[in-house]
């Protein structure tokens, strides 16, 4: 028989398609066809398929050979169908039986000389073959990913001749985990109590980390904003395995190492301003993950916002919401996963200060400044505090560090619990029909709540968000039911809402 079929996976978004490598070969004059929807790097394959045959000591064909990708329509790109298009190669040419072939799945890029090199995305591959019973046959350097998932059932090897050999019986894999798979210590030195003073922004930082809320901080450059968002990925509750997995799986289609030492770790992410809307939402011609999920179940902390272009921050308004970004294509449309806890920081004038001796800006001025962020962008954070100067003989006298960040984290871990069995997600996610059920109010409380959005100004998606903010708060303080109380500390969370409405009346 000149005809083999060989099983395989693609790459697209955190998916894996299966794609089936068919390899016919027939007489005539020598010819190396590849067709299938393939980029440029796939049919790039037929010269290191070739080498790589014959440096493993096999023949290559001097026949005619034409290999399909199918299904047709489904773009390919990248070296990980090398191995696969190889093993057709040598199955239809009867250089290794074809019985074996039904039960593995493979992928793997080639060298000239058969060694395999390592590919993206292999995890969600895994994930799939997984499910489907299936061995899924990587190189060695992918053997600490797909181990995440599969330790039991999947392979590895380190070059076209190892994998040839198993399946002759001659020989067998096992699945090679690297010498690192150590846990990688965190970083224990980070503490809340490195940071003088703030309580208030300490407490807004237990809030958020508890409900998973939006955080904005708004102050004068040097007062710990940066130092109090560093901490939130200490305080954070771990990652459910469900939650890990998706995370996982979006690192794997990237350069960063992934091993069983780190893919537990909520990820924190900083790009620098000068980003641009591709890096932080994703895109590229083969589409990529951005930013903003690779903060997917983490933390993406966005610095001196206002120097973000406009156009940038306001890519983020739909994935906040959604929790996912979907990248168009004119041949295809890519999903990511972006479900991320937004961090903000910002100094409230363009020259640091808008109140006081050091104020160098006129309203007008500051005005401009903040207006760079667009009202709906900012109305989708939860919580906004001002992060003042410190008072004079503070750093002298040592100031109040407050609670250790364990102490904090027990507490926050405690009602992230208290939420999981309610709703079975954190408080931020909680939908509008949520919100009537798990989060009702009196009617005296409503009417106060009602009040005071009008005098602020606010639109029904910060009504919202303060009741969820203040269910939040109930759960740190055990209270079943929210209180009056609960709603005003919420309230008192819209420092940006009262500068701006400040300005806007100074500049008047």
């Known amino acids: 028989m000149n005809l083999a079929i060989i099983q395989s996976r693609a790459c697209v978004g955190v998916g894996a398609p299966q794609v089936t490598v068919e390899v016919h070969i027939s007489n005539g004059l020598p010819a190396f066809n590849l067709v299938g929807l393939a980029e440029t790097t796939v049919k790039e394959a037929r010269d290191r398929v070739r080498s790589a045959i014959v440096n493993s000591g096999f023949e290559f064909p001097a026949r005619r050979i034409t290999v399909n990708l199918a299904p047709a329509d489904l773009p390919k790109d990248g070296g990980r169908f090398d191995l696969p298009i190889a093993l057709g190669v040598l199955a239809a040419s009867g250089q290794i039986p074809m019985t074996t072939l039904s039960k593995h799945e493979f992928v793997g890029e080639l060298a000239l000389s058969g060694q395999l090199r390592a590919v993206k995305g292999t995890l969600p591959a895994a994930v799939v073959c997984r499910e489907m019973g299936r061995s899924l046959v990587v190189p060695d350097d992918n053997g600490g990913q797909v181990a995440l998932v599969g330790r039991d059932i999947h392979l590895s090897a380190p070059d076209l001749n190892t994998v040839c050999r198993h399946l002759s019986g001659q020989g067998s894999l096992m699945l090679k985990e690297p010498d690192d798979m150590e846990v990688v210590p965190q970083d224990n030195h980070r503490c809340l109590q490195d940071i003088i003073g703030q309580q208030q922004g300490k407490r807004a930082l237990e809030i958020s980390a508890a ?298």
């Open 211 to 508: 409900g998973s809320h939006n955080l904005l901080f708004l102050g004068p450059p040097g007062t710990g904003k940066t130092m109090l968002a560093s901490r939130m990925a200490d305080l954070l509750p771990p990652m459910s395995d469900t939650e890990a997995l998706e995370t996982a799986a979006i690192t794997s289609l990237t350069e960063r190492p992934l091993h069983e030492g780190n893919w537990r770790q909520r990820p924190f992410r900083a790009p620098h301003h000068s980003s641009s809307m591709a890096a932080l939402v994703g895109g590229g011609t083969v589409p990529k993950p951005g930013e903003i999920s690779l903060a997917h179940n983490g933390i993406l902390f966005l610095d001196e916002m206002p120097e973000f272009e406009r156009k940038v921050l306001d890519s983020l308004r739909e994935p906040l919401e959604s929790g996912e970004v979907m990248i168009s294509r004119a041949n295809s449309k890519t999903r990511f996963p972006s479900r991320f806890q937004l961090i903000g920081a910002l100094n409230p004038s363009p020259t640091g200060h808008y109140e006081g001796q050091l104020a160098r800006s006129n309203p007008q001025a500051t005005l401009r400044y903040l207006n760079r962020l667009s009202g709906p962008f900012l109305d989708r954070f939860d919580l906004s505090i001002e992060i003042p100067a410190l008072p004079r003989g503070t750093l002298t006298e040592g100031g109040d560090r407050g609670e250790p960040t364990s102490v904090v984290k027990a507490r926050i871990e405690k009602a992230r619990g208290v939420m999981l069995s309610r709703a079975g997600k954190a408080n931020c996610l909680l939908s509008s029909r949520e919100i009537e059920t798990y989060c009702p109010l009196s009617k005296a409380d409503a009417d106060f709540l009602e009040t005071a959005l009008h005098r602020l100004g606010l639109s029904i998606r910060a009504y919202h968000r303060i009741i969820k903010v203040a269910r939040t708060i109930a759960d740190l303080s055990g209270e079943p039911h929210i209180q009056r109380g609960h709603l005003a500390e919420a309230l008192g969370y819209r420092s940006m809402d009262r500068l701006l409405k400040q300005l806007t009346s100074l500049a008047s």
